[in-house]
T-cell receptor, first 115, second 111 residues
Framework: NAGVTQTPKFQVLKTGQSMTLQCAQD?????MYWYRQDPGMGLRLIYY???????DKGEVPNGYNVSRLNKREFSLRLESAAPSQTSVYFC??????????????FGPGTRLTVL | DQQVKQNSPSLSVQEGRISILNCDYT??????FLWYKKYPAEGPTFLIS?????DKNEDGRFTVFLNKSAKHLSLHIVPSQPGDSAVYFC??????????FGTGTRLTVIP
């Protein structure tokens, strides 16, 4: 039982390049999330998927797209990377949507640098 | 605008003593609060939570206190151990999907 896995662990991009961050969970959770963490700031929600087939914007969605490929996988795409997207990206999953009483489980993160 | 604030970026405590980490929030609609612990190069891991209908929740060495009138919560760790050294994030939500995080407090437990 690996929990939440993310690939890659590290990535360096040039401005304007595109890439997709991958996330998978093996806990049969319904909801999945993408966060970014910047120095001096808490984690901020980019997009989430409350259940398979649905996606919604979070607090900071600009410059990103997501795909809920199936129940296990939720990817985050940067179409044209910008230096402001340099950050650590975390994927998380939760058993049920909403329902504050069930906590989110986080992956190890992807450290992205955009030059 | 930061809805969840952790005003102490760091805290150092001697092993065996109590660690108190503080968190303030501005949104009175928050009804659930969580603490996460994060080690370097790892994702945050859930530690303890509290519903807004309670003022205290205890789990082993960890106790969270909630003061709704002051919009303040705190995490107490007793006794503190070197393995507790990590960054601690306070988080809150309204029962919806957006979890709001504080900026974190780095706890160092000195052996």
């Amino acid at each position: 039982n690996a929990g939440v896995t993310q690939t890659p662990k590290f990535q360096v991009l040039k401005t304007g390049q595109s890439m997709t961050l991958q996330c998978a969970q093996d806990m049969n959770h319904n909801s999945m999330y993408w966060y970014r963490q910047d120095p001096g700031m808490g984690l901020r929600l980019i997009y989430y998927s409350a259940s398979e087939g649905t996606t919604d914007k979070g607090e900071v969605p600009n410059g990103y797209n997501v795909s809920r490929l199936n129940k296990r996988e939720f990817s985050l795409r940067l179409e044209s990377a910008a230096p402001s997207q340099t950050s650590v990206y975390f994927c998380a999953s939760k058993l049920l949507s909403g329902g504050a009483h069930n906590e989110q489980f986080f992956g190890p993160g992807t450290r992205l640098t955009v030059l | 605008d930061q809805q969840v604030k952790q005003n102490s970026p760091s805290l150092s405590v001697q092993e065996g003593r109590i660690s108190i980490l503080n968190c303030d929030y501005t949104n009175s609609m928050f009804d659930y609060f969580l603490w996460y612990k994060k080690y370097p190069a790892e994702g945050p891991t859930f530690l303890i939570s509290i519903s807004s209908i309670k003022d205290k929740n205890e789990d082993g060495r960890f106790t969270v206190f909630l003061n709704k009138s002051a919009k303040h919560l705190s995490l107490h760790i007793v006794p503190s151990q070197p393995g507790d050294s990590a960054v601690y994030f306070c988080a809150a939500n309204t029962g919806a999907n957006n979890l709001f995080f504080g900026t974190g407090t780095r706890l160092t437990v000195i052996p």
